[in-house]
């Protein structure tokens, strides 16, 4: 296990770019600089941090990985982290899909738009100072992908701290596909800081799933950040499933008119989870739309936070956005916090929010019953159709079924354990 300290130049990878190596030193002041965050800090708040990133190392080398899980799909090319190392390439045909130090620098180099500053706090800064190797996934001018690239993070070294970093990026006029599952074992305890960053360009097509399926015992910091350029359309679908503390951190930079970004996720807590959102969608050209919609239910003693901000910049009119965020709180012990803002300096825009936190429908409860069901089973069917409207808007659909089933065997088993 290596401890978080600046390793000798000779002892790091090859950078094919100048801006990663420059993002890398950053990284290092930064870390060296910055404090360990603390719930005072409003994009922090709700959140209690228990461990001290000065007391993590990172593993030698990637752990025993891990057997195949529940989320599988078909893909054109697939990619697999083992506890921040990359482990395995399969090309796909007309996308690229490489490590970091195997990229073309000229296609790399684009991606520098799309960083997540060093500086955001102290679990960017070790991302970016100690991470190893990563993936880069690219569709260039015009290219089509005929399926997703299947992109598989483990973390299997218990008791170390992993940096997987993955690098999107979809050219002028191109559609890529892509979709991540995060995971661990259920049993031993893993801290995970991942990073996307994703650059999509004018009249291209982005879209991403990501699925928390990590382990109880992992904590989780995950780090995101998208541009748009140009009448490019993004789609972000997230599954919130697994971790003990599991945190989604992320930006969509809307800097191209014309463009439109599209946020679908779901989150389902039990036992004494922390599922963690805080979202940020910032509109900096005319004419364009932006859409966040996330469903998330708790149980037992579990927690759910979502913070949203949508900033309309004064050049930016024209705009249509709109964020939703819908809670279900299933027991006494269980809290949600639901925040969204807006933040308008345009004056010819069309934005909105709405956020709802409360039990199942007693009514819906009734009518259920009314009709045959007994209590057990028409809460059943309010919990599925609950989360059915996200689901059925994920940009992938071929992980609908597991997701659902993820999401319905936590309720059962809650149900049927006698914790509801």
Sequence with gaps: MRPLVADPIDARP?????????????????????PMPSSSEEVWRYVDLDFDLDELSLADAPGEPMAPGRYVAEAIGRATFVDGFVTGIEPAEGITVSRLTDADPAALAEAAGSVIPADLDRFAAAHHGFAG?????????????????????QATTPDSLSL??????????????VIVVYRSPDEGRFHVIPQIQATVGDAARLR?????????????IGQQRAVLGRDASFHHGEAGIGAGLGRLHFFV????????????????????????YRAFINHRAPNTTSNMF???AVEDASHSVFTGLIRIEEEAQRVNAYQTNRNLVLSDAAGAESVPNLEILANDVKCGHASTVGPLDADQRYYLMS????????????????????????????????????????????????RL
């Design 164 to 177: 997987p970093r993955i690098v999107l990026a979809a050219d002028t006029q191109s559609d890529l596909s």
């Design 14 to 34: 090859e950078t094919p770019v100048a801006w990663m190596a420059e993002l890398r030193d950053r990284g290092l002041d930064a870390f060296t600089e910055l």
């Design 371 to 418: 009709r045959g069901l007994d209590r057990i089973h028409s809460d059943r069917l309010q919990v599925r159709g609950f989360f059915e409207e996200a689901i059925g808007r994920l940009p992938h659909p071929e992980l609908a079924d597991p997701i659902r089933a993820a999401v319905n065997e936590k309720y059962v088993r809650a149900q049927e354990e006698g």
């Design 133 to 153: 190797d990563g993936v880069f996934i690219h569709a260039g001018k015009g290219a089509i992908a005929s399926g997703p690239i299947f992109v598989d993070v």
């Design 208 to 220: 991403v799933t990501t699925v928390q399926s990590w382990g109880y015992g992992t904590t989780a």
């Design 294 to 296: 996330l469903k998330g």
């Design 253 to 276: 930079d809307i800097n191209g008119a014309g463009a439109h970004s599209e946020i679908t996720g779901l989150y389902f807590g039990e036992d004494e989870q922390v599922l963690d």
